[in-house]
């Protein structure tokens, strides 16, 4: 058995990214996150005024890892982004921009990142929240696991945004991300034996709901990590100078579905917010709630560890999107800021990043399945084509492999995103190194799924150079027309204008 994991590391520290040997996956991810984390201390991080979120786990995990300090989510809300990310395709391919759309049905019958694996000889397991449950999926989508799914029973009754539950209930009647953890180590206790000979291999990917509304977590974590007084208001509860109407979102999630917002009867209107005392405790809350998922990530892979998986398991962790705590006044997802769209993204690689690598590259979610496909030795995947609703397997993201060995060298200019409004506009957005830059444009759906960039009815343009909370909106600033030019091109071009023509081709240093 030692001979074989030394074999995995000699392997796997040529950094070929395709190797004999096997790696196990596990693959951890959260719900609307945002980069807050220790590790995103500094220019990427969201803000200035947060408490530092005590996430040791997180940090620990961040400290091995490629750690993608500027990973973009393709959509801001739960599924299409889980949909973009698992089939390596974007919203326009999947042709997912809902929560009810399943993405079989409507973009084309893909092979996911655990089927890929699965149809690869692998175990492949799912638990927790993966896929957005919609009525033809299940939440699962069964193709994809070839072991039992596992949801969880949720004993949590009330309908308030937030539920601090004292830690003495929880001893039989455990929260639902406490099951998921547990069957997680259940399962790696099954899978343990013929994994670490290489006999038979898992992608075990466990998905954990919180910090997603409601926020509920164990009342001792709000106690001792988060005192009142150590909660701040953001600075800019207001929405940015000059944007258009249509950018906003009047966070329906948060004022419709739960009892104690829906009560204070907030509008949801453009420069208005949640009364200050209640940002104070959701905010609480939210903290609280990503502290509990992080202790129970620790809990997982100390499972792995001690069951000798750690030298043949690359382990990524990532949040489906960023989210908004009272920024712009905003709440949640559903926009294309920059908060919204920037989430958290680390994976490591046994004997590639035990030492921890940090990059400020531009970096997307559909980067994930290629890079976790070939990080676990099953090589690379091939572009996708403009038409590849009948191709199965295929990447319109970019392999991160080759970040491990230059984290300072481009891999792709641009990162994308896009949100819909209403029933014919989409929000294109697409973010360089210094801008963000989003056009509000008429979308047709199906069957073109197309948009047409000659009717606008709405732009923004936000430097990140003097304005990185995103408060002023520069579009019609005559100093920055020269840069609007520039940035509307490269936003109607594409991302296959900005992209590497294979997984691990670096096309261009950083300017």
């Not at 609480?284 to 560890?305: K, M, P, Q």
Request: glycine share 8%; net charge positive.
């Amino acid at each position: 058995m030692a001979v074989r994991n030394s074999a995995v590391l000699g392997c796997l520290t040529v950094l070929a990214g395709i190797c004999s040997a096997r790696m196990n996956v596990l693959f951890l991810m959260a719900d609307d996150l945002r980069p807050q984390l220790s590790s995103y201390y500094g220019s990427n991080f969201p803000s200035h005024i947060h408490p530092r979120m005590h996430t040791p786990n997180l940090n620990s995990l961040a400290s091995r890892s490629l750690l993608l300090k500027r990973a973009y989510v393709q959509q801001a809300i739960c599924s299409p982004s889980r949909a973009s990310m698992l089939t390596g395709r974007r919203p326009d391919t999947t042709h997912v921009y809902n929560l009810e759309s399943y993405f079989r049905n409507v973009g084309g019958d893909f092979t996911t990142l655990p089927e890929y694996f699965k149809l690869h000889g692998y175990r492949s397991m799912g638990m927790g929240k993966i896929y957005h449950g919609t009525k033809e999926s299940g939440g699962k989508d069964v193709q994809s696991w070839s072991e039992p799914y596992f949801y969880g029973h949720n004993y949590v009754t009330g309908n308030r945004s937030w539920q601090a539950i004292p830690d003495h209930e929880l001893q039989d009647k455990p929260l639902l991300d406490k099951q998921v953890a547990d069957h997680a180590i259940k399962a790696l206790r099954q899978f343990a034996p013929k994994a670490k000979t290489g006999e038979k291999n898992f992608f075990l990917a466990v998905g954990f709901r919180r910090p997603h509304l409601p926020f509920v977590f164990p009342a001792s974590i709000m106690h001792k990590y988060y005192p009142r007084n150590s909660i701040h208001l953001p600075s800019n509860p207001y929405a940015p100078a000059n944007m258009p109407n249509i950018a906003w979102s009047k966070y329906n999630e948060i004022r419709e579905q739960y009892a104690d917002i829906a009560a204070l009867k907030a509008s949801g209107n453009i420069n208005t917010t949640l009364p200050d005392n209640i940002t104070l405790d959701l905010r609480r809350a939210y903290y609280s709630a990503v502290t509990w998922v992080d202790s129970l990530v620790g809990e997982v892979i100390a499972e792995l560890d001690r069951l000798g998986l750690s030298n043949n398991t690359v382990v990524s962790f990532v949040g489906d999107h960023g989210y908004q705590l009272g920024e712009h006044g905003e709440w949640c997802k559903h926009t294309n800021f920059e908060i919204a769209t920037h989430a958290p993204m680390m994976i490591r690689i046994p004997g590639m990043t035990d030492h921890g690598i940090t990059t400020t590259q531009l970096t997307e979610f559909v980067d994930l399945y290629p890079t976790i496909v070939e990080a676990a030795g099953l090589g690379s995947l091939p572009l996708c084509p403009e038409n590849s609703a009948h191709v199965k397997v295929c990447r319109e993201g970019a392999s991160l492999i080759p970040l491990i060995k230059h984290p300072h060298v481009t891999i792709k200019k641009a990162a994308f995103s896009q949100y819909p409004r209403g029933k014919h506009i989409m929000g294109y957005s697409v973010r360089n190194y210094r801008y963000r830059y989003t056009e509000w444009v008429d979308f047709t759906y199906a069957p073109v799924y197309k948009p047409n960039w000659n009717n606008v009815s709405g732009v923004e343009l936000y430097d990140h150079e003097v304005d990185p909370d995103e408060n002023y909106n520069g579009a019609d600033d005559a100093k920055y027309q020269q840069v609007r030019a520039h940035l509307s091109d490269l936003l109607h071009k594409g991302w296959r204008q900005h992209h590497g023509g294979t997984g691990s081709v670096i096309v261009g240093k950083r300017a």
